[in-house]
């Protein structure tokens, strides 16, 4: 009779942690950010001498609050001129985000191209009081 106990048990604490195991991936899934859940673009690509004025917009396309670094580049032709980052906090779902950086370019500037990329950063950036 202890056998049989020992093996329902047993059989009870494995489907026990399989739900677990469930659960903690659908939540994980349900609330980190979807594929595709943001968009950058830029909105402004203004060359004046050794400095670029980059504007891009991000929307958040997912279905919570996220922050967003955004990698900016300028570039001629596949000739890197010079690259920036920016960051934007607190992106509700749905809403879109606008920024302008400032990059320093270096080397022949002749048609430049503007770049963005956004990737989700939900951390604490800026300045923080003690």
């Given at each position: 009779?202890?056998?049989?106990?020992?093996?329902?048990?047993?059989?009870?604490?494995t489907g026990a942690g399989a739900l677990l195991v469930g659960t903690a991936v659908a939540l994980v899934l349900s609330t980190g950010p979807a594929p595709g859940g943001s968009a950058a673009t830029?909105?402004?690509c203004e060359v004046t001498g050794g400095l670029?004025?980059?504007g891009y917009a991000v929307t958040n396309r997912d279905g919570v609050e996220h922050g967003y670094r955004v990698l900016v580049t300028v570039v001629t032709g596949s000739t890197p001129l010079g690259w920036?980052?920016?960051?934007?906090?607190?992106?509700?779902?749905?809403?879109?985000?606008?920024?302008?950086?400032?990059?320093?370019?270096?080397?022949?500037?002749?048609?430049?191209t503007c770049t963005v990329h956004?990737?989700?950063?939900?951390?604490?950036?800026?300045h923080h009081g003690a």
């Open positions: 009779m202890a056998g049989r106990r020992f093996r329902y048990w047993t059989i009870g604490l830029v909105t402004a670029a004025q980059v920036g980052q920016s960051q934007v906090n607190r992106v509700a779902p749905g809403q879109t985000a606008t920024a302008r950086v400032p990059v320093t370019v270096k080397g022949t500037v002749t048609h430049p956004a990737e989700v950063n939900d951390g604490r950036s800026g």
